[in-house]
Nanobody, 116 residues
Framework: QVQLVESGGGLVQPGGSLRLSCAAS????????MGWYRQAPGKQRELVAI???????HYADSMKGRFTISRDVRKNMVYLQTTSLKPEDAAVYYC??????????WGQGTQVTVSS
């Protein structure tokens, strides 16, 4: 079993930045890919950025240049540095992992609010 716990969300003004963190625990070797998704009220959950099986990074087009995903393999952590935040970036941000058994694991989410 894999568990994911996010942190780092909060209220930020437009143009501001936040660093989100995701701590993975449990059966770490079963994880083949990890990343971030987000879901705004009334909208579908969407990809933000992920590390693929090969370690390649994929970003959603609207986040390229503003968001940066990184990881610390020794600490089992994945991070999302967000910059130049816009009101439309407000959402619950979820950490996601896919295992080698093609099971999807989600964290509980962390709220990002962008407002002046």
């Amino acid at each position: 079993q894999v568990q994911l716990v996010e942190s780092g969300g909060g209220l930020v003004q437009p143009g501001g930045s936040l660093r989100l963190s995701c701590a993975a625990s449990g059966n770490i070797p079963s994880i083949k890919a990890m990343g971030w998704y987000r879901q705004a009220p009334g909208k579908q959950r969407e990809l933000v950025a992920i590390f693929s099986v090969s370690g390649t990074i994929h970003y959603a087009d609207s986040m390229k240049g503003r968001f940066t995903i990184s990881r610390d393999v020794r600490k089992n952590m994945v991070y999302l540095q967000t910059t130049s935040l816009k009101p439309e970036d407000a959402a619950v941000y979820y950490c996601h992992a896919r295992t080698w058994y093609d099971k999807d694991v989600w964290g509980q989410g962390t709220q990002v609010t962008v407002s002046s």
